[in-house]
Every structure is written in C-alpha cells, then in structure tokens.
C-alpha cells in the first residue's frame, strides 16, 4: 500500500472504495492531471506503476466522487512537506543501517526516559527543536544511565509546535523534526549508545486538524468522517470526531501496518500507544465497550510478540484493568501498561503538606500492586500529563515559593527513589533529574542552566539509576520478581520493603515519610545488612544534612533502622 518503490520508479495503491476515479499527480508528471490514472484492482483498492518517478519527489492523489474531484495526500505517505502540503516519495531500503543488530534490554532492566521532541533543548530563534538536536544529547542520557528513551509523538501534526497528539499523516516522520532519515539516523546513534528508543503511537483518534483522511473519498454519513473513521457516536473522543473505525479491515491492517513500520523500518525497541480507554470504550471510562478497539490491540501485541519477540508494545491505560496485559483469550496482550495505582497514591504523598496526611498505607499498596508480572506496568512520579494542564512538577506543587529549597529537594528526590526501587519498569520525565520547576509546554524548552545547577541532584539519580539496573554488581534484587513488605508504619512514617530475586539476591529499601529524623526496630531477615546508598548525604546537596545512617545488624530477627528526614536508605547483605 502507499507509494512503493519499483525498479525504476515508485508504483501506487491506495484504498477509495467509493471513489470513480484515481489519479496520481506529482513532479514526475508536471502535476498533469491526465497522466496518470489508477486501475481499480476490486475491494476499492487502486493500483498504477509510474516509471522514472524519483525519491523525495511530491506527489498527491487526485479522487473523483461523481462530478466531484479532489487532491488528497497519500495516507500512507513516509513523508510530507508539511501538513496540508504534499506527500514526498521515500524509500526505506535506501538508508544504510550499517550492520544496526541493536538488542534492547528485556522488561526487568529496563529505565526509560520520557521526551518531547520540541522542548527537549533551546535552539534560539530558529523554532522547535529537532531530531538532530536530540542526537547531541545522547551521550548525556547515556551519562545518567538510562537505557531506553520515549519519544512522544513525531507523527506529522499541524503547525510547528505540538505535543504530537494531533497526527494529521500517521505514517510521515513530522518535517519539522527532521523527517524519516533524522529520525532513522537518531535510532542508529541511540542504539550505538546503548539507548533503546520507544516511539509514542496515537491510535485511539486522528487529527482533527489538517487531516487528509477526513473524508478521504468524498463518502461518510451523519456528516462524519467518511471510510477510515466511525460514523455513528461511535466517533466521538475528546479530540474530536475522528475515532478509527477498528471494525473495517482495511482501517485495522493501516494500523496494524503503521505499528509494523516504527519497528521494522526505523529499527524502534517499542511502542507506547496513546490513551488505549479511548480505543476499547466509547467514553473511555465505562458503558459502551468497543470490541473492534479490544480486538485493535490485541492485533498490535500479538504482532509485536510474534514479529518483535525482544521488544515491547506499552499501553497508557490508567484503568486498573489487569486484560490489558493479559495475553488470554480476554487479553489485549500488552507489555505493560502506564499504571495510576503507582503515581497517584505516591504523588499524593509526596505534595501533601502535613506529615500526619501522609498515608503509608497507600504508598506501600502502590509498590506491592501488580497486573499479572512484576514488570508489567510502568511507574513515574512525573510524565507529560502529570506536570502539565494544571499539575506541575514534584518540586512546584511541594513548595511552589520554593522548588529549589530543602523540602521540595527532599520529597522529589524521595519520589525518584521509590520509582527506582519497586518493581515496575521505571520511567522518568525530562529534566526530572535536576530539578525541573516549569510545567510542560511544547514552546517552553528545558532549562539545561538547571543541569549544572542541580548537578549534585542529578548525581543523585545517576546513582539511583545505576543501582537499580545492578551496575556495581551487588544490587540485582531491585530488578528481582519478588517484592516483601517488611514494615508499614503509620505513626512515625516509615516504610520498608525487601527485593529479591529467585536465587536469592536481595536490597532492602526504608523510605522515611516525614520531616525528622526516626529509628526504628523491625523484624528483619538476614544477619548484617551494609548501607549501599544514603538520599540524605551532603554529596548530594548542601542542604541535606548527611544523616550518619550505619549499618542494620539483625540481632534475635530483629534491626534498627535509622534514617534522616524525608530519606531513602538502601542496604546490601554485608
């Protein structure tokens, strides 16, 4: 489907099934309308060779619909102009991936990185960052120890700017990121770098700006969106009436194929797909379900296992629905999903001003909860929805006089530790790691000037990031299947919990939840645990008052624990 390359030329197939007429127009044939026609091969496809037509030439298709005509960009084009321009010709066989055999990590080691495109760094008068922008911020990502980046969308949008959930031309890297060749380049740098890259996918609706398919062939009903989208309520969203209609097949296979290429062509790890509710339910909450929508990612996951067996298909569902990974008859057949039982309870416990509201219960409850595996689910105290339309990051809404002092410092820093240390896939947002105050904004690039301010801060994820994918050889419980809740304690707020693997690696983690400083006993395993990593230490920040936290000998089943103010204390077996 789409433009194909052909020896010596590109052939076209395009699916209009009311369409009288197709004809294909572009550079190779002076955009002359009766050059080119398309033969109607049954099941309203379309189908016409053009010799001598080149990569990187534009081209539309010109539709009839009775007496009426209408140029439309191809919606299978790699590439385009821009968004209400011109699709151009491409050819994916002709990048050298130059022997590109990357592994990505398997769901246990992996910590990924949240980025949007645009924002990620300044580029002073000449508009939103790129692809390439990105490329020179590699070596640092490498530096915190991340091994996986997520790319929000770079599907091509309307306008400049955008956080990507409007794709107007699903299959077409966004020009004003670079393109397809920037973004194939970037895959091949990350993964050079050790860095798997996921790409941000949004199935649940299209556009609704500058969308070529609205309409595509000039049929739909009730005034909707003609052959690629529901046209009953059924299309309804909160984006617009632009919901795929997942009961056509050809509408399915354009998906299926959509997610086929980021993996296959552009060598991605993964795939995040957008606000998955909006694909199996008519409001995304409850009442009506969209079976079609279910049947759509259990297509993609099992495509993904099939296909892809190292790489992961993620759901941003939010729902607490355990079929979202359930790879059953009933399942969707996920990886993972965004999981609302983690941030929520925790956010809530880190903005809460008064300790005494500080609800342990739940915190310990949003580490030990899981779907089916230790590892399905991905954890975060800060995404792009979380600090964005109202919500700010960890540090504003603590002290938003004071993002900068010692209790935003301390209770953000204790949010990073309790998203490296359970189980889950861990995943931070850009800037996280030095302190980030600005909400997000696609027009508001990171404060980098922040990195070197805070760079002790950073250290201090760095160190995190490093002890839970086992760098120094002595922490491979953090990534370990097993989770034991050693101590809930809602009077002095202290909490600690014991990861393990099954042949017998072990971290105990105590998380203290309140402003002083606390000891106390508890009923540990284990005869000598060693302190491996102190949040409170001065290293860290000038603030932090480098509380001596020693070594936990178990005396008779039990151990003293004794942690700094607002701290997170990880031990070893001595």
Known sequence: MGAIPIEDGYAFRVWAPHATAVRVVGDFNGWDHEAHTLSAEGDGHWYAEVPGAQMWQEYQYLLGNGEDTFLRIDPRALAVTHSVGNGLLYDHSAFDWDGDDFTPPHQHEMVVYETHIGSFVDTPGSGPADLHDLVGKLDYLVGLGVNAIELMPLMEFAGDYSWGYNPAHVFAVAHTYGGPEALKNFVKEAHKRGLAVIIDVVYNHFGPSDLSLWQFDGWSENDKGGIYFYNDHRSATPWGQTRPDYGRREVRDFILDNARMWLRDYHADGLRLDMTPYMRRVNGTDGEDIPEGWQMMRLIGDMVRAEFPRHVVIAEDLHNVPEVTSVEPEGAAMHAQWDNQFVHPVREALIVADDAHRSVAAVAQAIIHEYHQPFDRVIYTESHDEVANGQARI???????????????????????????????????????????????????????????????????RDLILLRRNAGGDTRGLAGEHTTLVLADEEVKVLAYVRSTGDGHHVLVAVNLSATSVQRRVELPGRHWRVRFNSDARAYSQLFGDHATSDVVVQDGMGLLDLGPYSAVLYVPA
């Open 395 to 461: 540090t504003s809404e603590v002290d938003g006089d004071d993002p900068g002092g010692w209790t935003a410092q301390k209770r953000a820093t204790l949010g990073a530790a309790l998203v490296l240390t359970s189980p889950g896939i861990p995943m931070l947002f850009q800037g996280q790691e030095f302190l980030e105050d600005e909400w997000f904004r696609d027009t508001v690039p990171l404060d980098w000037e922040r990195a070197w301010a805070f760079r002790d801060i950073t250290q201090m994820f």
